[in-house]
């Protein structure tokens, strides 16, 4: 099952994302790091988040670029994390792809084909997946065109994904929102989400 989970920075998302995979029990677990290693600094933190969440029993997947070749053990519960990174990779990136089935189209659409032709391919492989995305629309502030493509990208692939998920979380200051979860299938209407279901522990919560 696709299961998405959003929120801004610091909201808490990341370590619901990480408990919802626990939750699973015992299974292969994969992890699929997108950020790039810029520099010595970055490289470290990588390092230090590689080696805390081996400890969970996740192996750290490196993808930055390019999703749609990667092949895991079926059956796993695998966690990305995060598709801001990877569509910015994407839409940035100094080379791009020539593929003929790619042909007159944008290249905001190629990278939002290629950005869901890659978790959808995840999707057939895992039992479980979890896919991390930022919420970085609502901050008011202006900027150039090429960030306000890629901010177009990036929303445009969110909603496909909502469309498509089973479950739909949002982690606002540690508590997560359900906008749908996967005994419903639907959209929940009343209140705009719940609670209910929590992974986090209540003093995780309060972080």
Request: hydrophobic share 35%; charged share 25%; proline share 4%.
């Amino acid at each position: 099952m696709l299961r998405l989970v959003t929120g801004g920075s610091g909201s808490g998302k990341s370590r619901y994302a990480e408990d919802l995979i626990l939750s699973f029990g015992p299974r292969k677990r994969y992890y699929i790091a997108t950020m790039m290693p810029w520099d010595g600094e970055c490289r470290r933190r990588i390092e230090r988040h590689r080696r805390m969440r081996a400890e969970k029993g996740f192996e750290t997947v490196e993808q930055y670029l390019d999703l749609e070749t990667l092949s895991l053990e079926p059956g796993a519960a695998v966690l990305l994390e995060c598709l801001s990174n990877l569509a910015a990779n994407e839409y940035f990136r100094e080379t791009r792809p020539d593929s003929s089935s790619d042909a007159g189209l944008s290249w905001k659409s190629q990278v939002e084909t290629r950005l869901a032709k890659g978790i959808f391919r995840l999707e057939t492989q895992a039992a479980e997946l979890v896919v991390v995305t930022n919420e970085i629309f609502s901050d008011g502030a202006a900027y150039d065109g090429e960030t306000m493509n890629y901010m177009e990208v990036l929303g445009r692939t969110n909603a496909r994904l909502a469309a498509r998920a089973g479950q739909v979380t949002e982690v606002v200051y540690g508590i997560p929102i359900h906008h749908r979860l996967p005994e419903t299938g639907a959209p929940l209407l009343s209140g705009g989400g719940k609670t209910a279901g929590n992974p986090m522990k209540k003093e995780e919560r309060a972080l």
